[in-house]
């Protein structure tokens, strides 16, 4: 035999050995099982939002007040008083909407698309319809506000 065809035959086996190695070490995947979402982040998932008399009030500028009122519209029913969560919606002054895992554009998405449920029990979110690309700017800017002033960023 050349060279080339033991060399072949080689790869062959070593790659027919890796590929029974991979898939014995591979656990079978449960469909019930929780996503990557919700293992990465399943205590703060299963974590009780912060009630609202125990979230510190920020000293809004005047874009996080008016994202104040229209959050207060057009949010709160959802997300609850001061961001703080309801049986509804989950908090947005929480760990888990800082910026460096949902950044400000996450909210414009969000409010035009709606969100799939992914961090918490409370279903999907619908679209909100009406409010304005301004307003959601106004929103996110009161909501990063609450969260400074909570310690979330």
Known sequence: MNKGLLAAIGLVVIGGGAVMFWQ???????????????????AAAAAPATPADQIVE?????AGQ???TVFEENCAACHGAKAAGSQNGP??????YEPSHHGD??????V?????AHHWRFGDMAPVPGVTDKQIEWITKYVREMQRANGIM
């Open 24 to 42: 014995a070490s591979t656990p079978e995947v449960d469909p019930t099982a929780p996503t990557v979402n919700t293992m990465m982040h399943g």
């Open 58 to 62: 920020a000293t809004l500028s005047s």
């Open 66 to 68: 008016m994202g104040k």
């Open 91 to 96: 908090p947005l002054v929480h760990r888990i």
């Open 105 to 110: 554009y996450s909210f414009v998405m969000a």
């Open 112 to 116: 035009k698309n709606g969100v799939r």
